[in-house]
T-cell receptor, first 112, second 113 residues
Framework: KAGVTQTPRYLIKTRGQQVTLSCSPISGHRSVSWYQQTPGQGLQFLFEYFSETQRNKGNFPGRFSGRQFSNSRSEMNVSTLELGDSALYLC???????????FGEGSWLTVV | GQQLNQSPQSMFIQEGEDVSMNCTSSSIFNTWLWYKQEPGEGPVLLIALYKAGELTSNGRLTAQFGITRKDSFLNISASIPSDVGIYFCAGQLVDTNAGKSTFGDGTTLTVKP
C-alpha cells in the first residue's frame, strides 16, 4: 500500500509569491491534515480536511488555505509568502475511525 | 493551546545503552503516538497507544500509555547508531478527531558508536 505522497519535495519561492503544495493520502484514508515544522516552533497544526470539508483549523493567518478533492487528495496554498514561511510542510492522513496519523516525507519550502 | 512537555530535549548516549524519554500534559489524551524523524524526512510512526495502561513493544522499542492518561513514555533498549534521530510524542485530546494532534517538541537522540 503506497504511503502519503507529497509534491513537490523542494521548492524555492520569492517573498510575495504564492505556493501550492499537493498531498495524496494513503488509499482509503479520507482525513488529510497539514502541519508546519520549523526548528524554533516544532510541529504546528495547520488544518484538517475530511470528505472535502475543513474539519479543524489551527492558528495560522488567512494566507494559509487548503482544499480537498473528491478523491481525498489535498492541496494547501500559501499566498503573499513571507520569509518566516520557510519550513517543512507535512501532510498526514488517517482513516475515518482511526486515531493514528501517517505522515508524508514533506515539502521543503524556502522563501528568499 | 494545548501543550505536551517532552523530555529530555536531547540525549547523547553510547551504543548499547538503553534510552528513556517521556511526555506529559495537563490534559487527558485518548491516544498517544510516538514518531521518529530523520533529517530531511517526515515523521515515521513507531508505536500507537489507545488505552490507559497499555504497554506496547515494537522490536527494541517499548511505549506505555500512562494510567492517568496524561503521560506516556518510550524506551529504546540496546541502542544502535541507526537509532539517531528526533523522537516525537503526539497526543489526541478527548473529543478531537484523528487529524488534529498535539506534538511534543521532540527528543534529539545521538548514539556514539
Amino acid at each position: 500500500k503506497a504511503g502519503v505522497t507529497q509534491t513537490p519535495r523542494y521548492l524555492i519561492k520569492t517573498r510575495g509569491q504564492q505556493v501550492t503544495l499537493s498531498c495524496s493520502p494513503i488509499s482509503g484514508h479520507r482525513s488529510v491534515s497539514w502541519y508546519q515544522q520549523t526548528p524554533g516552533q516544532g510541529l504546528q497544526f495547520l488544518f484538517e480536511y475530511f470528505s472535502e470539508t475543513q474539519r479543524n483549523k489551527g492558528n495560522f493567518p488567512g494566507r494559509f488555505s487548503g482544499r480537498q478533492f473528491s478523491n481525498s487528495r489535498s492541496e494547501m496554498n500559501v499566498s503573499t509568502l513571507e520569509l518566516g514561511d520557510s519550513a517543512l510542510y507535512l501532510c498526514a492522513s488517517s482513516t475515518d475511525s482511526g486515531n493514528t496519523i501517517y505522515f508524508g516525507e514533506g515539502s521543503w519550502l524556502t522563501v528568499v | 493551546g494545548q501543550q505536551l512537555n517532552q523530555s529530555p530535549q536531547s540525549m547523547f548516549i553510547q551504543e548499547g545503552e538503553d534510552v528513556s524519554m517521556n511526555c506529559t500534559s495537563s490534559s487527558i489524551f485518548n491516544t498517544w503516538l510516538w514518531y521518529k524523524q530523520e533529517p530531511g524526512e517526515g515523521p515515521v510512526l513507531l508505536i500507537a497507544l489507545y488505552k490507559a495502561g497499555e504497554l506496547t513493544s515494537n522490536g527494541r522499542l517499548t511505549a506505555q500509555f500512562g494510567i492517568t492518561r496524561k503521560d506516556s513514555f518510550l524506551n529504546i533498549s540496546a541502542s544502535i547508531p541507526s537509532d539517531v534521530g528526533i523522537y516525537f510524542c503526539a497526543g489526541q485530546l478527548v473529543d478531537t478527531n484523528a487529524g488534529k494532534s498535539t506534538f511534543g517538541d521532540g527528543t534529539t537522540l545521538t548514539v556514539k558508536p
